[in-house]
């Protein structure tokens, strides 16, 4: 069964950190690309932060500064460094990727989403 699994979600302090992982699970290959949302109640999805090809990196004005993307590649795993977190940080973050199946087929996935709250 082939998934995007989020963790490191929690409760945390205004000013505090944390950092989220998102494994690339049962995948035969995924992209270089991923990327991170988050969701608020009551709000769309917005965009957080991505890495791309080359090493590329972009961030939301919101987080710029704050929050760093990273990835080991060959573990599939993503990583959000987020520090100096405010309570607007809060909700339901979600990574994004492309990957390969074992059908062959490549396709974007979202994670289940892990949830963030700073008090």
Known sequence: HVQLVESGGGSVEAGGSLRLSCEAVGFYLCNVAVSWYRQAPGSEREFVSGLYDAGTEEYADS???????????????????????????????????????????????????TQVTVS
């Open 63 to 113: 987080v710029y500064g704050r929050f760093i993307i990273s990835q080991e590649f060959a573990k599939k795993r993503a990583y959000l460094q987020m520090n100096r977190m405010k309570p607007e940080d809060s909700g339901m973050y979600f990574c994004h990727r492309h990957c390969r199946g074992d059908d062959g087929l490549w396709l974007g996935y979202w994670g289940q989403g």
